[in-house]
């Protein structure tokens, strides 16, 4: 069984408490690692922007607001062999974790892997 680190569960502070009560049943149900990198969680505006200026969100931060500035947002990483791993197997896989343990708590998310418009596969947020 894994264990999130000190510096995931750091990365975490502020996000909404049922996208943390998920990611903490994640980790015990998952078959590969994962922790959430230092943009994982909640962002400000201007870390948000930077990420969409270097093309890595679709949401600029202040006009286009990103469910990471509420809170209500979590990226991941799979962890493979001691790396950050984003490869689409290690991901999707840990992406059943998360998903598993959104259905055992009732807590309702949408998946990054499953969106129509783009697929961001390390992300998860509170469905509204």
């Given at each position: 069984?894994?264990?999130?680190?000190?510096?995931?569960?750091?990365?975490?502070?502020?996000?909404?408490?049922?996208?943390?009560?998920?990611?903490?049943?994640?980790?015990?149900?998952?078959?590969?690692?994962?922790?959430?990198?230092?943009?994982?969680?909640?962002?400000?505006?201007?870390?948000?922007?930077?990420?969409?200026?270097?093309?890595?969100?679709?949401?600029?931060?202040?006009?286009?607001?990103?469910?990471?500035?509420?809170?209500?947002?979590?990226?991941?990483?799979?962890?493979?062999?001691?790396?950050?791993?984003?490869?689409?197997?290690?991901?999707?896989?840990?992406?059943?974790?998360?998903?598993?343990?959104?259905?055992?708590?009732?807590?309702?998310?949408?998946?990054?892997?499953?969106f129509k418009s783009f697929t961001d596969m390390p992300h998860f947020e509170i469905e509204s």
């Amino acid at each position: 069984m894994f264990t999130l680190s000190q510096r995931s569960i750091q990365h975490m502070s502020g996000i909404h408490i049922d996208l943390r009560r998920v990611a903490d049943r994640a980790i015990q149900l998952t078959k590969i690692d994962f922790g959430i990198p230092s943009t994982g969680g909640i962002r400000s505006a201007e870390m948000q922007n930077e990420l969409f200026k270097a093309g890595k969100s679709k949401c600029d931060g202040y006009e286009n607001m990103s469910y990471h500035q509420s809170g209500n947002a979590l990226d991941f990483y799979a962890y493979v062999d001691g790396a950050a791993s984003w490869e689409p197997e290690h991901l999707a896989q840990v992406a059943c974790a998360f998903l598993q343990a959104a259905n055992e708590q009732g807590v309702k998310l949408k998946w990054g892997g499953l969106f129509k418009s783009f697929t961001d596969m390390p992300h998860f947020e509170i469905e509204s």
